[in-house]
């Protein structure tokens, strides 16, 4: 084999072995990927459907979605969710006495990998319809004490931050309680008319914290 030849030749097995080198790379890359795609299911409380929290949640599931992932959406305020009576009927790991649209989030929460809370404050707390989903987690408790991450979106008219408090802590002693890690918060204040939250930073924010979950 001639000089000539073999530089030739060399230069085509090296190309060879760093494509497929690079394919393989891609091919990991790819796997990755698709392991770090999550099912997210997204509880809203507003029962304005051009409120403030529900534009952070419609900002929310857009960077998620553009992100890959599975979005599961719950409104909570349009659904029918009986409020636990405290029969112990479920022993904390069984069927409700009541049979209404919780049996959508019962299917989906558990194999959930992240969960939001999308909520205004009333009155210092989150909205009465999602404080009725909340409370009938009671029902599937063992189900879902496992690894999940979770994201509070708030908003709420004032703009003092201790009265932002009460929902925040609700929130951290939850994730507590059931072992979820925090992956981020928007906590949007000063924002009370229907519509007041677009064109604030919030609206980004919540955008981005989809996106980059």
């Known amino acids: 084999m001639n000089r000539r030849d073999f530089i030739k030749k060399t230069m085509q097995t090296t190309a060879a072995v760093v494509g497929t080198a690079a394919l393989s790379r891609i091919a990991v890359a790819a796997k990755e990927r698709e392991k770090q795609?999550?099912?997210?299911?997204?509880?809203?409380?507003s029962p304005r459907k051009n409120g403030n929290?529900?534009?952070?949640?419609d900002s929310f599931i857009k960077g998620?979605?553009?992100?890959?992932?599975?979005?599961?959406?719950?409104?909570?305020?349009?659904k029918n969710v009986h409020p636990c009576i405290a029969c112990n009927?479920?022993?904390?790991?069984?069927?409700c006495v009541f049979k209404d649209d919780f049996e959508f989030v019962r299917d989906n929460i558990v194999t959930a990998d992240a969960v939001v809370f999308a909520t205004p404050m009333y009155y210092f707390g989150v909205?009465?319809?999602?404080?009725?989903?909340?409370?009938?987690?009671?029902?599937?408790?063992?189900?879902?004490?496992?690894?999940?991450k979770a994201v509070?979106?708030?908003?709420?008219?004032?703009?003092?931050?201790?009265?932002?408090?009460?929902?925040?802590s609700h929130y951290k002693v939850l994730l507590d309680y059931l072992g979820w890690q925090d992956a981020g918060q928007?906590?949007?204040?000063?924002?009370?008319?229907a519509g007041a939250v677009n064109g604030t930073?919030?609206?980004?924010?919540?955008?981005?914290?989809?996106?980059?979950l």
Request: net charge positive; charged share 20%; hydrophobic share 40%.
């Open 186 to 193: 928007v906590i949007a204040s000063g924002v009370w008319q």
């Open 152 to 168: 509070l979106l708030m908003t709420y008219a004032n703009t003092a931050a201790s009265q932002a408090k009460p929902i925040e």
């Open 89 to 95: 009927s479920c022993g904390m790991d069984g069927p």
């Open 37 to 45: 795609k999550m099912k997210i299911l997204v509880l809203t409380g």
């Open 53 to 57: 929290s529900n534009t952070l949640a």
């Open 127 to 148: 909205s009465a319809q999602l404080k009725a989903v909340i409370d009938r987690f009671y029902a599937i408790n063992s189900k879902i004490h496992r690894p999940k």
């Open 201 to 212: 930073p919030y609206v980004e924010q919540a955008y981005k914290l989809g996106r980059n």
């Open 64 to 78: 998620a979605t553009e992100a890959g992932h599975e979005v599961v959406r719950f409104d909570s305020a349009f």
